[in-house]
């Protein structure tokens, strides 16, 4: 089930186009079992959804940028290819997201609740920037890079670093299942939302409404949600 929205009211990435994306039985349902801040394993994917990927890698506006993120093995999301929307590898620690760069996939990691990473570090001859919109009250999505979102440059030489947020985040880089940012709060409202009144044919409403918005218009992609067949 997706959820789109044309402008949306999120602090963070800012008056762009949104998306959400949930299973019918159950939230998570489009999350990999994998993913190690989700709180419902069992109730994940176990795949990743090929049609409805292939639909997200083409859902970029006329003349604009689109982005997402997805917490299944970096091996199995698609490299980044000019005019497609940018797939960044969700990794659960520095390890696995210097692994995915490797192998040519921009990734981002989810950092421990309370961490430093404003100056930025250096490991194993990979830079890890933290995301700006975390650094400067009022930075969104829009203004990131000069207009060029750091999370829709598919071809970067860093990993983009989020601090652990939300009720959860006690859980970020333990070995506790859990601490998924979407899991409380008006993302978690939005997001149980859409099991309910969203649109069933996900890959065929998702390039729709990416050809419905405006030439040159930021869309961010699951705001909450993968791109995982759910059962
Ligand atoms: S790095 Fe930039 S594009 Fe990515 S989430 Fe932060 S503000 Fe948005």
């Not at 696995?96 to 961490?115: E, Q």
């Not at 207009?147 to 970067?156: F, W």
């Not at 006690?170 to 998924?180: H, I, Q, S, W």
């Amino acid at each position: 089930m997706l959820k789109t929205v044309q402008v949306s009211s999120n602090k963070k990435t800012g008056p762009i186009a949104v998306t959400y994306r949930a299973g019918v039985r159950d939230t998570y349902g489009t999350c990999p079992k994998t993913c190690g801040l989700n709180p419902a394993p069992d109730a994940g994917a176990d795949t990743i959804d090929q049609e409805y990927m292939v639909a997200v890698l083409k859902a970029v506006p006329r003349n604009g940028q689109a982005w997402t993120y997805s917490h299944f093995p970096a091996e199995q999301l698609p490299a980044p290819m000019p005019g497609q929307t940018v797939i960044n590898a969700s990794c659960d620690d520095m390890d696995s997201a210097v692994d995915a760069m490797a192998i040519g996939r921009p990734a981002v990691v989810a950092a421990p609740l309370g961490t430093d990473w404003s100056g930025g570090i250096e490991y194993r001859g990979v830079k890890f920037v933290q995301c700006p919109a975390e650094l400067s009250e009022g930075f969104t999505c829009m203004q990131c890079g000069g207009g060029r979102p750091l999370c829709a440059q598919g071809k970067r030489d860093y990993v983009i670093v989020f601090v652990a947020h939300g009720t959860g985040a006690k859980k970020v880089g333990t070995d506790c299942a859990g601490g998924c940012y979407a899991a409380q709060g008006p993302t978690a409202i939005q997001w149980h939302g859409t099991r309910k009144t969203g649109t069933a044919n996900d890959a065929a409403a998702l390039v729709a409404f990416a050809k419905s918005l405006p030439p040159g218009s930021m869309l961010r992609h699951h705001v909450a949600g993968d791109i995982g067949r759910a059962r």
